[in-house]
């Protein structure tokens, strides 16, 4: 595998769960280039428990924009050809870097994929097994196989099926398309 993936998580007043959070990247079967908190004007400690975790994690702090300024800032700032998202209450599977990186190489043209993701509790107990599921979704997406989506933008008009969490992209396609919208602090990744 060639390719090299940014890790970008914004991460506002995350201290209390941000090191949980940074060891599901850690722990990668796929290991990322590099590992960017961006800590959106925290008020506890988030920046210093994510510093805590590794000398691979970079801290970068800023005044509280919002996630969007949070997610451009790491775009930014990242040394790799691909960016993936990972909120600061979020957690990945051992293996998601590695299966997206086979998808990718299997098909050069894309420049976002994504995943089904589930929803778990505090105590990291599943009450979601399926966020597609869900939302009524999962079937369409089993048929494809990991086909690109036919006529995307109009099946994301009618629902966001891409949670932000789950996203590798390109970083030349985000950049091309102006990165997240600062203005816009919920909703960004579906006007993205």
């Known amino acids: 595998m060639s390719a090299l993936v940014s890790v970008i998580i914004p991460a506002y007043n995350a201290g209390s769960f941000i090191a949980e959070i940074l060891s599901s990247v850690l722990a990668q079967t796929y290991r990322p280039l590099e590992i960017i908190v961006v800590d959106d004007g925290s008020q506890?400690?988030?920046?210093?428990?994510?510093?805590?975790?590794?000398?691979?994690?970079?801290?970068i702090r800023q005044e509280n924009a919002g996630p969007s300024a949070a997610r451009n800032t790491g775009i930014q700032t990242a040394k790799s050809e691909w960016i993936a998202f990972l909120d600061a209450d979020d957690q990945w599977t051992r293996n998601k870097l590695v299966k997206q990186i086979q998808i990718m190489e299997k098909d050069p043209s894309?420049?976002?994929?994504?995943?089904?993701?589930?929803?778990?509790?505090?105590?990291?107990?599943v009450i979601v097994p399926s966020v597609?599921?869900?939302?009524?979704?999962?079937?369409?997406?089993?048929?494809?196989?990991?086909?690109?989506?036919p006529d995307a933008l109009a099946a994301l008009v009618k629902k966001n099926f891409i949670p932000t969490g789950t996203v590798l992209a390109k970083k030349e396609a985000l950049l091309e398309c102006g990165g997240f919208n600062p203005q816009i602090r919920y909703g960004e990744d579906l006007k993205l």
Do not use: N, Q, W
């Not at 894309?110 to 107990?125: F, Q, R, T, V, Y």
């Open 44 to 59: 506890d400690d988030t920046a210093r428990k994510a510093a805590e975790c590794g000398a691979e994690i970079r801290v």
């Open 132 to 149: 597609l599921g869900k939302h009524g979704m999962k079937d369409f997406f089993e048929y494809l196989g990991g086909a690109p989506i």
């Open 110 to 125: 894309l420049a976002l994929i994504a995943s089904d993701m589930a929803e778990i509790d505090p105590k990291g107990e």
